[in-house]
């Protein structure tokens, strides 16, 4: 049987670009509060990482939070971190349960921040008896359940309606 169709991955990517840079600018000081669709919102702190072994350290601690853990079964499942060669992606890796993150390069650091390593753990916790595109409807449900829970509903909100705007079908 083949793997379905990733129809929305770049739909999704492209949104949390945008998402990515609204957090951006509001750690740069141009402040936290923001209209949004007719709502203000304050955003939270997204956290930044130094290494993977803080990746590692953060994964471990949100994967044995209580609710975390009743959602989604395989969060009893380690998950490892190990840097990756390329700069321009993260990703998951089934095989083996990694997920791998570019590390500083050029100055930059963009991968080693909170709603990527959500983003990653969200593919880390789907069923493993399903058949789902690994940017489908129920990995964008587990990713803002994630961002909820632990960024706050602010970062969801901001997440969720971008995700919307851009065509993004969240179960």
């Known amino acids: 049987m ?8 770049s739909r999704v990517y492209e949104a949390e ?3 990515r840079r609204i957090f951006d600018r509001a750690d740069a000081g141009t402040g936290r509060e923001l209209e949004l669709f007719g709502s203000r919102i304050t955003l939270p702190v997204e956290r930044k990482f130094a290494s993977v072994e ?3 350290d953060y994964l471990d601690r949100v994967r044995a939070l209580n609710w975390v853990r009743a959602d989604w079964p395989r ?4 998950v490892t971190v190990r840097a990756r060669a390329g700069a321009t992606a993260a990703h998951y890796e ?4 990694t997920v791998a993150v570019p ?7 963009w991968a080693l921040r909170e709603l990527v390593v959500l983003h990653e753990l969200a593919h880390h916790l789907e069923p493993d008896d399903t058949e789902l595109a690994p940017h489908g409807p129920e990995f964008v449900g587990r990713y803002l359940d994630l961002v909820d829970g632990i960024l706050g509903g602010e ?17």
């Open 155 to 171: 970062a969801a909100f901001v997440l969720r309606t971008t995700l919307l705007e851009n065509g993004v079908t969240v179960a």
């Open 75 to 78: 969060a009893a499942e380690p």
């Open 54 to 56: 803080s990746v590692q």
């Open 17 to 19: 670009t945008v998402v």
């Open 103 to 109: 590390l500083h390069r050029r100055g930059s650091s």
């Open 94 to 97: 089934p095989a083996t349960a």
């Open 2 to 9: 083949s793997a379905p169709r990733d129809g929305q991955r």
